[in-house]
């Protein structure tokens, strides 16, 4: 059956990432904070942190959003196709940057400050925010967190490409 389902993939490959491809303004209304599986999914990660104080409380539903997202398993497809967040959480797999619009979508739910996903040069995305004054990177294919000094160092290394989120869009590239 893996045979014949990569046959059929490859033969409309092209016809499912014309559909699935992704304006930046699409990709931005990916990452809302009033989705009703976001809205559940919140719920369900700071159940014990009631009522929920963004800046008592942020932190430790940061590390459990890390977490759930470490819980999913990197994948990366031969063609473009994206998955809606019930999915990802349903089959506990996406691609990386499935899981970057997540993390985001989930940071902003838990009201964390300047969020975005970052895509680097390299084409990797990470999730930015501000938390006590200090930048904070997430790599959501390792869940690795960064933190002051590394984020600058990461971005130097690999410098931002574009950056974006439910409020903003910045291009750092050339045209």
């Not at 499912?16 to 990452?31: Q, T």
Request: aromatic share 12%; charged share 30%; hydrophobic share 40%.
């Amino acid at each position: 059956m893996l045979k014949l389902y990569e046959r059929i993939i490859q033969r409309y490959n092209r016809m499912i990432s014309e559909k699935e491809d992704l304006s930046v303004s699409e990709l931005r209304r990916r990452i809302s904070p009033y989705n009703e599986f976001i809205r559940k999914l919140r719920a369900r990660l700071i159940r014990d942190l009631q009522p929920y104080d963004y800046q008592k409380h942020f932190f430790s539903a940061l590390q459990r959003s890390i977490a759930y997202i470490k819980e999913i398993n990197n994948v990366e497809l031969p063609l473009t196709f994206w998955l809606t967040f019930e999915e990802i959480d349903q089959i506990k797999a996406a691609p990386i940057m499935d899981q970057a619009l997540l993390l985001a979508t989930l940071l902003r739910s838990l009201e964390a400050k300047e969020v975005k996903v970052m895509v680097l040069r390299s084409r990797h995305p990470y999730v930015y925010f501000e938390w006590n004054n200090e930048k904070h990177l997430v790599n959501p294919q390792s869940g690795s967190l960064l933190r002051g000094e590394d984020v600058g160092k990461t971005l130097s290394a690999d410098p931002v490409a574009y950056a974006f989120s439910d409020l903003f869009f910045e291009s750092y590239e050339e045209e």
